[in-house]
């Protein structure tokens, strides 16, 4: 199973982008997804995590400017990210807990990271 994210760039304060995330490879179903992000200097943390019946939960730093998404047909998860600020610069992580078609394991999977970059 391998994640492939995209949609990470340089964008001024107040900018949007659009993070896609997609999973590709032996998959039954996929459980939870969500983002996370790794800022210079600091932990990784949550920023919005997603259930396959569409559940969302946010980081309070994000709330009301980020918004989750998914299309399970697709495997795909998306983070619409608004009103970007300076502070949200990092690197961001998709994730999945992914149930193999071929071993029935449920297992983590992580993206190999998009950078995203805030201007002030």
């Known amino acids: 199973v391998q994640l492939q994210a995209s949609g990470g760039g340089l964008v001024q304060a107040g900018g949007s982008l659009r993070l896609s995330c997609t999973a590709s490879?032996?998959?039954?179903?996929?459980?939870?997804m969500g983002w996370y992000r790794r800022a210079p200097g600091k932990e990784r943390e949550l920023v919005a995590r997603i259930t396959r019946g569409e559940s969302t939960n946010y980081a309070d730093s994000v709330k009301g400017r980020f918004t989750i998404s998914r299309d399970n047909a697709k495997n795909t998860v998306y983070l619409h990210v608004n009103s970007l600020k300076p502070e949200d610069t990092a690197v961001y992580y998709c994730?999945?807990?992914?149930?193999?078609?071929?071993?029935?394991?449920?297992?983590?999977?992580w993206g190999q990271g998009t950078q995203v970059t805030v201007s002030s």
């Open positions: 490879g032996s998959i039954l179903s996929i459980d939870d």
């Open positions: 994730h999945a807990l992914v149930i193999s078609r071929t071993t029935m394991d449920v297992r983590d999977y």
